[in-house]
């Protein structure tokens, strides 16, 4: 799964994430694959996985889940240009070729 995930990063292909939400729902959303790493919003240090939620109902906005909250990525054949969400200082954990976004 995490290997799907990385690979995703390289490729810049979107996927797909089934996971249990916060209200114990599992979801599944299609997204862009971000990073791999602690992030700002949450203080516990834990490493994420981050990804940009393309479907979600309030819409589009980057989402941190925890390992044991995913249930499965897979990666798609379907292509994203990181310039299309990415509109922030970029600090990424994950090294990738984003071009000006890595």
Same mark, same amino acid.
């Given at each position: 799964m995490h290997e799907t995930f990385l690979a995703a990063i390289y490729?810049?292909?979107?996927? %797909?994430?089934?996971?249990?939400?916060?209200d114990g729902e599992v979801r599944t959303r299609t $997204?862009?694959?971000?990073?791999?790493g602690p992030g700002r919003r949450f203080k516990? $240090?834990?490493?994420?996985?981050w990804f940009w939620d393309?479907?979600?109902p309030g819409g589009p906005h980057a989402v941190g889940l925890l390992p044991s909250?995913?249930?499965s990525i897979l990666e798609?054949?379907? %292509?994203f240009a990181p310039a299309?969400?990415?509109s922030w200082p970029c600090n990424w954990h994950v090294s990738r070729?984003? $071009?000006?976004f890595s």
């Open positions: 490729a810049c292909h979107s996927v %797909q994430v089934t996971f249990c939400a916060e $997204g862009y694959p971000m990073d791999f516990d $240090g834990l490493s994420r996985y393309c479907d979600s909250q995913v249930h798609t054949d379907r %292509q299309s969400f990415v070729d984003w $071009g000006a």
